[in-house]
């Protein structure tokens, strides 16, 4: 079993510090909003965002896929009473020349394999495309 750890503070009623292992992230906790900086939400949205592209790195050496880039857009509904996300939804955009149904196959691994999309997908639905870009 694989254990994970961060610690986050208050710097001030404008934002907060999260950190992991030697990386620091500043984000948005202030009720007004900051351009500068992830709110929560996205910040839930940058995790699956990274799910997907380290699920994509973990296959393509296994699947023998040949890739120059990769891109995901991800978007979120959130409803305010309760205050939760009710779906989200992505595009991948992949750079390559195989086949049609090679990109599915990626696309199938993604989603099988990865830790943040299976976990998110217990509690909220997710749909997603993948297409060559």
Do not use: W
């Not at 900086?37 to 973990?58: H, Q, S, T, V, Y």
């Not at 599915?104 to 870009?133: F, M, Q, W």
């Amino acid at each position: 079993m694989l254990e994970y750890q961060v610690h986050a503070h208050r710097i001030d009623a404008h934002g907060s510090e999260v950190a992991a292992k030697q990386a620091r992230l500043v984000v948005d906790t202030d009720p007004q909003g900051r351009a500068d900086a992830f709110n929560p939400a996205e910040m839930l949205l940058g995790a699956l965002a990274a799910c997907i592209i380290k699920g994509a790195e973990r296959v393509l050496p296994t699947l023998g896929f040949s890739l120059r880039g990769l891109e995901v857009k991800l978007h979120a509904v959130r409803q305010d009473s309760p205050p939760k996300i009710v779906s989200i939804d992505y595009v991948i955009a992949v750079d390559t020349d195989e086949p049609d149904h090679r990109i599915e196959l990626l696309h199938t691994n993604i989603r099988k394999y990865g830790t943040i999309s299976n976990t998110l997908a217990l509690a909220v639905p997710i749909d997603g495309t993948i297409r060559r870009r």
